[in-house]
Structure formats: structure tokens, C-alpha cells
């Protein structure tokens, strides 16, 4: 976050002629606010975005992707204090200390709401991500990141929920983004949108903190008084999507706006062409063989991962 220099006044406080201090400097926006009119901007953000990219109504029921991290507890937060009927959904990804610390943060945070949140546990239902991670030649996060998605998905249509939200940020964004234009991912770019529309037997997906930067949502979550988890997931380590984020937020530091212009600037311009080239060409969706879920052949990414688990640790 920019350094607010010594004395700054709230911009919205001093429009109405008071002298509240300033305690966050948004340079993008060349705004200096207080807590409580940086806590109104936030939410306000987050309603525009949920209505410029039409995401859902406060008839719809919202689950909300909970990690026990700042940005989907922010988003969460956000959600139901703007009125919206949103649930939480935490996937017990069986990784030790990490796991174990972010589910209890997940759990007391629901309570502090008042609102349901619904536990899966992957120790229970295949294996826990290190035995996964041990089973496949895939990354670690590649394999969760099918895992996570698949669950997401059956529970969100077996309890009723018409919407998954993800806490996604505009840093998460625009670091996939980056990497994704480096290496020309075409495919990867036409599904980069806050929006993936409902479609046979996947439930429409969203992105509603898209617009917001980390440190925004690491800021809401600390004027709100929420506790998160502070450290990262062991598997994270030497991912490159965080050398990207290293090397845009450099820029940014320089160029204030870079990310969003960037971010933006592609939903203008650029998705729209490769949206265009894809309604040509659009991906059959299949029904998998083995558990009936959506999938893009016979046998859905997720059964083919659980086939090779098996074979692992059904040899052990
Ligand atoms: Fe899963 Fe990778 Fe995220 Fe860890 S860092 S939770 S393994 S996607
Ligand atoms: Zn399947």
C-alpha cells in the first residue's frame, strides 16, 4: 500500500467538511480514506462489480470458496453484509498444520456471521493432497486445483446453491494473466473472464474481489477485525505465478494502475475476440462414465485422478 503522507485528510470526510484522518492511500484511485468510508468503498466496489458483470441477485443462493485466507473471508464478509444470501464452502485439503489452522479460522468466522458453512473433507472422499501430490506426476496445485473444482461443483448443485463465488483478487488475475499471455495459453485466456456461465451440469462461477488488490482485501479484513490465516500453503513454495506477482506489483509500484489497466484492458479489448473465435469452436460437454459429472471426456479429470490414487494406495 503507498505511503499516505503525514497528515492526510479522508477525501470523502472532507467533502462533507470534516477532518477525519486519512489511513489508507489508494494511488489508482487517488484516494485517501479513513476506516470507515476505505470499508464503504470496498463493499461498493465489490457491489458494482457484482452487478457490471451480472453475477448474481440477492434472490440467488451463493457459495462461497472458503480457504480460510483473507480474500475469500473479505469476500464472504462483504457479501452478507450487502445482503446477499451467501453460504461458505471449505474443502479440508489434508495438509497438516495448514489445513488444520485455516479450518478452525474458516469455522469460527461462520459463527461470527451467523451463516452455514459446509465442510468437505478430501482425507475422506479420495486422499489427503499429499498422498494425491505423491500418487501423480502432476504438480501439487494442478491436481488440487482439479480437486477443489470438481467439489465445488457436485456440492454447490446437491445442497441447492445456484452460484460459486471465489475470493479471486485483481493480483491473482492479473499474475494467471501474465503468465497466460507469456506463454499464448489461448485456451486458458478465453476462460479468464469474472463470469463462466452456467452450462451443463457446471454451476455458474464468479470472481466478485476481480477489482480488488491483496492489500485492499488484506486491509478490509483487518478494519473488520477478521482473523485469517497468515501463513501460505507449504505447496505454494516456488509456484511461479507468485514470481509474476513479484514482478508486477515492482510495477506497479512505479506505474500505480498498471495491474488494473492491464486486467481491464483485456476484458475490453482482448476477450472479446478470443470469445468470439471460441463460440466457432465451443467443447462438447460430456457426461463422465464413472461418477456422472460434467466433463469434457468420457472419463472426468477428477475420476482419472482418483483412478491413479487408487492404484498408489491401494498397492500400500
Ligand atoms: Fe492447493 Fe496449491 Fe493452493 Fe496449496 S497452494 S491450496 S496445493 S492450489
Ligand atoms: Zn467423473
Redesign the pocket.
Known sequence: MAKLKKGTRCTVCKSKGEKTKAVVFLPHHRLALCREHFIQWFEKRVEKTVKEFRMFSRKDRILVAV?GGKDSLALWNALVKLGYEADGFYID?G?DQ?SQGSKELAYSFSEKIGRTLHIVSLKEQIAP?PVI?KATDRP??SA??TV?RYYMNRYAKQLGYSIIATGHNLDDEVAVLFGNTLRWEIDYLKRQYPVLKEEKGFIKKVKPLCKITEKESALYAFFNNIEYIEY?????EG?SSIEYKEFLSKLEEKHPGTKLQFYLNFLKKMYPILKEHESKQAEEVKTCVICGEPSFSDICSFCRLKQKVEKVTDTN
Open positions: 480457504s485439503l495438509i495448514y493432497i501430490d501439487a496445485c488440487c486445483g477443489k501460505e500453503c507449504p505447496f505454494s509456484a
